[in-house]
């Protein structure tokens, strides 16, 4: 039994690791003719999600060490996708915002991935569609509650 699970946990680590290949970022660097790799993609998405969040709630929600994302988000002011503004209510709290120009790549980029997404699904049968939903949803939410338990 232990080696079984073993056995299916190698393969599907290299399943994640291979459709993450496929969803990645370089079909959407090519559509949109900018420079911007997967991390900074990632985190102008939870900013923009976030609307306007403390660099401590982006680390969180992000999983990304706060010194890390700071190179991040410095990359991202740079590009004029976020700035960055002092919270009015306490000066020492920093907190990033996305910019329009930010705004519209996030956009950009959720329209890209969701078309790749659609293209795909296409080629499945309606039945097929519905069994991956499903198992990625209960996938989803058992790593969910481990992550949460692990807290």
Request: net charge positive; glycine share 2%; charged share 35%.
């Amino acid at each position: 039994m232990e080696e079984e699970v073993q056995r299916e946990a190698i393969i599907l680590d290299e399943l994640i690791s291979n459709l993450a290949k496929v969803f990645g970022m370089k079909e959407i660097d090519d559509t949109l003719d900018i420079e911007i790799n997967f991390a900074q993609a990632q985190v102008l998405r939870q900013i923009y999600i976030l609307k306007e969040p403390k660099m401590s709630e982006l680390g969180k929600v992000t999983g990304i060490q706060l010194s890390t994302l700071t190179r991040i988000v410095d990359k991202l002011v740079q590009k004029e996708f976020v700035m960055r503004k002092t919270d009015p209510l306490d000066r020492r709290v920093v907190r990033v915002s996305v910019t329009s120009l930010g705004e519209k790549i996030i956009k950009k980029i959720e329209e890209t991935k969701r078309k790749k997404i659609a293209s795909i699904l296409r080629k499945l049968t309606p039945d097929e569609r519905k069994k991956i939903l499903q198992v990625l949803q209960v996938l989803y939410k058992r790593i969910s509650n481990e992550v949460k338990n692990e807290s």
